[in-house]
């Protein structure tokens, strides 16, 4: 009742004529639990979803993908709002219905905070310690971020929770490549494994080059694949607690660094490159 409140207070949806010769599409209550980073429930959740597959393509619709931003912010979408004035800086972050508000004031920061309230239904967490899988910890020295319920779920997930840990996410010795004569494996299972890495890699950065690799084999991945696979999950599991930390730090400066080795890919001998970013000696990107 809390969601359906709060969808009425905003006007999320109104009636409007059926136009002539439309066919409406259908829609259902997809009912969702979100859970705190401790894995307790936080709350229930609905979502009103449209039945787009009752649709006919060349009729109700053309297109039969969906564009997808990365993680770092697109500019055409409106998901980070910044306030600068005399020094004080105010930032509001918004993704579907969670929101971060941070700055270097207080008092402003209430002041976003009891706007937001007039305007829209909303609720006040406290201090940040959990957003979209990832884990916020924070001290006088700095703050950390990292994902080890995510990791424990998608252990879960795969009946994998009581693998033996692996001391390094990828085989030193072996390269992996194309597989033409290997048996294949569920494609589908594959790529919702390696994206779950992918999200993953953004606070765990010591798997980025091994899901990289295995990221190349999305379209027709085979039991060699998989495996490399497993082993990321198996280091991960011996390695639940890490993630990036950032540092007060004083020294005011961007460091870049970049390296690549030669003809690595046993597939078609080229090199593979990287790059990482620190500011103020903490890693970025």
Avoid at 8 to 14: A, H, I, P, S, V
Avoid at 233 to 247: A, D, H
Wanted: with cysteine; aromatic share 10%.
């Amino acid at each position: 009742m809390e969601e359906m409140k709060a969808l009425e207070k905003n006007r999320t949806w109104d009636f409007a004529d059926k136009p002539n010769g439309k066919m409406p599409v259908g829609c259902k209550w997809v009912f969702v639990v979100k859970y705190k980073s401790d894995g307790s429930i936080e709350r229930y959740k609905e979502r009103l979803v449209a039945k787009g597959f009752t649709q006919t393509y060349g009729i109700d619709y053309q297109e039969v993908f969906a564009p997808v931003a990365k993680l770092n912010t697109a500019q055409s979408d409106n998901n980070l709002f910044y306030r600068h004035n005399d020094g004080t800086v105010t930032i509001l972050i918004a993704y579907v219905d969670d929101i971060i508000v941070t700055g270097n004031d207080p008092m402003e920061m209430e002041r976003l905070k009891e706007k937001l309230v007039v305007e829209f239904e909303t609720k006040d967490l406290g201090p940040l310690h959990y957003f979209l899988g990832m884990e916020v910890a924070r001290n006088k020295s700095g703050i950390s971020v990292s994902q080890r319920k995510y990791i424990l779920d998608l252990l879960k997930e795969t009946g994998m929770l009581g693998c033996k840990p692996m001391d390094t996410p990828m085989d030193p010795l072996k390269k992996i490549g194309e597989q033409k004569e290997s048996t294949p494996v569920d494609t589908g299972r594959y790529q919702r494994l390696v994206g779950k890495l992918i999200y993953l890699s953004h606070t765990r950065p010591d798997i980025a080059f091994a899901v990289s690799v295995v990221s190349q084999y999305m379209h027709a991945p085979c039991e060699e694949h998989m495996e490399a696979v497993y082993r990321i999950m198996k280091y991960l599991k011996g390695s639940l607690g890490k993630g990036l930390y950032f540092r007060k730090n004083e020294t005011r400066s961007i460091e870049g660094f970049t390296d690549a080795n030669w003809t690595g890919s046993i597939d078609d001998r080229r090199s593979t490159s990287s790059y990482c970013t620190f500011v103020w000696g903490n890693l970025v990107t």
